[in-house]
């Protein structure tokens, strides 16, 4: 796969997450799935973003930067949300935050395959 094609199916992936077009998830995340060396699975990995979503009504997934080498991805992703309670063990109650995911993807056979997600919680912190 090309960087540019590589690209172009991260992108679709993040339009997937915006719309939560869950069932077409699996055309982007592989069965089987590890999130930060925890194997969870295509379903546990919904279920996390459910979670999100849940927790953040408004949660969009924005790219701040992308970097591309197949068959990995890195990218800064840009949040500016107001959950609804907790959030990452933060007392954030419905008050905006913004803050970023730096996050790098392995992708197998065209599919997200392994992430390692690190969330600026301090940025959180900062702003209660």
């Known amino acids: 796969m090309t960087d540019t094609e590589l ?6 992936y993040i339009a997937c997450l915006n719309s939560q077009d869950w069932p077409n998830l699996s055309n982007f995340v592989h069965e089987d799935v590890s999130y930060n060396d925890k194997r969870i699975g295509l379903s546990g990995y919904r279920q996390m973003l459910e979670g999100d979503f849940r927790a953040i009504p408004d949660l969009s997934f924005d790219i701040g930067m992308l970097v591309c080498e197949p068959p990995r991805i890195a990218s800064r992703l840009l949040f500016d949300c107001t959950p609804k309670g907790m959030l990452f063990g933060l007392p954030v109650n419905g008050r905006r935050v913004r803050f970023a995911e730096n996050v790098v993807y392995a992708f197998m056979d065209g599919r997200i395959f392994e992430v390692w997600s690190v969330i600026d919680k301090a940025a959180i912190e900062a702003q209660l």
């Open 7 to 12: 690209s172009d199916l991260y992108r679709g």
